[in-house]
């Protein structure tokens, strides 16, 4: 990912905004990035605490101990009930009569900013934020997938799908 594709400010006021992190095909560049709903306020890199699996297709994310990158979409509180709904529907979470392929989860993520970059933070604000995000429901490796790995990147070391998203100058 190009760091300029990244737009939008943090909100001055952080209780009025609700986070969601995406580490997938819901992110800038990818197949679903135009199904959000509403325009964020704000995309911003970023990372959670995880394991991260991959296949073809799209990625899973579940509890773990790795560095996994992805992003932060910032939208007003007034915006979170009708972005949620569409982000449940595309994730299959809480669906009648379906089980959950994922289950949504709150996160502590962390902003990036490439290591050429200031933080991208204002001074004052927090680098870490509660987002939502969304676990795989089950064991990914039965469903196909196979376990990343971390890699650096110009955001320090991360764990990524696809795995040539912030792809160092060097390895292009």
Same mark, same amino acid.
């Given at each position: 990912?190009?760091? #300029?594709?990244?737009?939008?400010? #943090? ?6 905004? %609700?986070?969601? =992190? ?15 709903? #509403? ?13 991260? =699996?991959?296949?073809? /297709? ?16 910032? =939208?007003?509180?007034? /915006? ?9 529907? #595309? ?28 933080? %991208? ?8 934020? %509660? ?11 039965? /469903?196909? =997938? ?24 060097? /390895?292009?």
């Amino acid at each position: 990912m190009n760091p #300029i594709s990244y737009a939008g400010t #943090i909100p001055e006021n952080p209780d009025e905004v %609700v986070v969601y =992190f995406v580490y997938g095909t819901l992110c800038r560049g990818q197949c679903r990035q135009h199904c959000w709903p #509403i325009t964020p306020l704000a995309v911003h890199p970023a990372w959670v605490q995880g394991t991260l =699996f991959g296949r073809e /297709d799209y990625p899973a994310l579940r509890p773990g101990n790795q560095r996994v990158g992805g992003e932060c979409w910032f =939208f007003s509180k007034p /915006d979170a009930q009708r972005v949620t709904a569409v982000l449940d529907e #595309i994730e299959v979470t809480n669906q009648p009569g379906h089980p959950n392929l994922y289950d949504r989860v709150e996160l502590q993520a962390n902003l990036v900013a490439p290591s050429h970059q200031k933080p %991208v933070n204002q001074v004052g604000l927090p680098q870490t934020w %509660v987002a939502s995000a969304y676990h795989y429901a089950t064991d990914p490796l039965r /469903d196909g =997938f196979d376990r990343l790995t971390e890699r650096e990147t110009e955001y320090g070391t991360l764990v990524l799908w696809p795995p040539e998203k912030w792809r160092l100058p060097r /390895d292009l």
